[in-house]
């Protein structure tokens, strides 16, 4: 650890307090952009996995929208006091776009949005995460780390959550007492899980054969005349491999892992791509653009395991813990996946491209988590893949 160790027994003391009472307790995007695009098949995949009816899934879009339309605005006028923004769903089922300040709610003129009061700047929560980051970074014995699962900005509670498992409680609270980061800005929670683990054997979309396993096709891009499609990093090195049907097409050209889980593979230029993603139903989502949507929007994911399931937006930037290393800017999100989802895509109702299936957490004895009641799973953001490999995102 880089900090003093004369610091530790004090924050330690606080942190595990904090423990005990914890256990278990966008920018501008065009009119096109905004506009639904939802096929019957989505629409009941929402309402099934989100417990909607169609009110409220109209109701929904119409609260997506004045998010997408409003957060840059929200952010500008809030300024240095900015806490964050989020979609939230009331207990009458409907959702409405949020957003925080840690100045005066009653000055925070954002005409008509609601605006609630909280302790800590979103730059603050940012910072401590990336704190932690680094301080993981820096130890050289991970094993120290171990149990440790994960850690994120939540941004409607306004704090940095630190999953950990059972049995590993003063792990956690060293780990936290390394850092300068307020006690009062980290909340616990206990994982009943297992550690996070990439989901291997992962087809995101569609199925292919990468190395020795199985992994899922996140989205068709390309980069000049080359055609090719990414997914995740997790499931083969450059050089790797890439069979679809068993039949060669070409190899990872490019991996980002584990510091992050990137990766993108060349197929032959006879192989025909489609800006499209499976919904195993035969039917497709297109896509039409990869807008990031607000913390609470719903989004769906497709893989060869368990099929086109739908969840929400959790929480950005989460570093995940899976023991080889730790895997930095996660999304996280309700929507359940198993071993071989891997790769896998990630997209809104609206058609917009989110991400690739990274991992998750799952219950002991089970290769996914789509049996209990809040899954927890990560995708790799599709943005930065498209940026560190320069890759143009094919559309539909």
């Not at 880089?2 to 914890?22: D, K, M, N, Q, Y």
């Not at 923004?85 to 009331?90: A, I, V």
């Not at 192989?271 to 990869?290: A, E, H, I, M, P």
């Not at 996946?337 to 089970?366: C, E, F, K, M, R």
Request: some cysteine; hydrophobic content about 40%; charged content about 15%.
């Amino acid at each position: 650890m880089s900090h003093p160790h004369h610091r530790r027994p004090a924050r330690r003391t606080a942190i595990a307090l904090s423990l005990a009472v914890a256990a278990f307790a966008i920018g501008n995007v065009s009119a096109a952009e905004r506009e639904p695009v939802l096929s019957k098949v989505v629409a009941n995949a929402m309402k099934r996995d989100l417990g909607m009816n169609d009110a409220q899934l109209a109701q929904y879009f119409n609260a997506e929208r004045t998010a997408y339309v409003n957060e840059a605005r929200v952010t500008k006028q809030l300024g240095d006091r900015y806490a964050g923004s989020w979609l939230e769903r009331g207990a009458d089922g409907n959702y409405r776009y949020v957003a925080a300040t840690t100045g005066s709610t009653k000055a925070a003129n954002v005409g008509g949005i609601e605006v609630r009061q909280h302790r800590y700047t979103l730059r603050q929560l940012r910072n401590a995460a990336a704190e932690l980051d680094a301080i993981h970074a820096g130890t050289m014995q991970k094993s120290r780390l171990s149990g440790v699962h994960a850690w994120a900005v939540d941004v409607p509670n306004n704090r940095v959550v630190v999953t950990v498992a059972a049995g590993h409680a003063l792990r956690a609270a060293d780990f936290v007492a390394a850092s300068s980061i307020d006690p009062d800005m980290i909340r616990f929670e206990l994982s009943p899980y297992q550690a996070p683990t990439p989901f291997l054997n992962v087809i995101g979309g569609s199925e292919y054969q990468s190395g020795g396993g199985l992994c899922s096709i996140g989205f068709s891009v390309t980069r000049g005349a080359t055609k090719g499609f990414a997914t995740a990093g997790h499931c083969g090195g450059v050089g790797t491999q890439v069979r679809l049907s068993g039949t060669l097409v070409g190899s990872v050209q490019g991996q980002f892992y584990p510091s992050g889980d990137q990766a993108w593979a060349n197929v032959r230029s006879t192989d025909t791509l489609f800006g499209q993603v499976t919904k195993y139903n035969g039917t497709v989502q297109r896509v039409l653009g990869s807008t990031v949507a607000p913390i609470g929007a719903a989004v769906c994911r497709s893989g060869r395991t368990t099929g086109w399931r739908c969840g929400t937006i959790v929480s950005y930037n989460n570093s995940a813990n899976y023991g080889t290393g730790v895997v930095n800017g996660l999304t996280r999100s309700t929507a359940c996946a198993g071993q071989g989802d891997s790769g896998g895509s990630w997209i809104t109702g609206a058609g917009q491209a989110q991400g690739v299936t990274s991992g998750g957490q799952l219950p002991a004895g089970s290769s996914n988590n789509c049996g209990v009641a809040s899954p927890i799973t990560w995708f790799q953001p599709i943005n930065p893949i498209l940026s560190r490999f320069g890759l143009t995102l094919v559309l539909g």
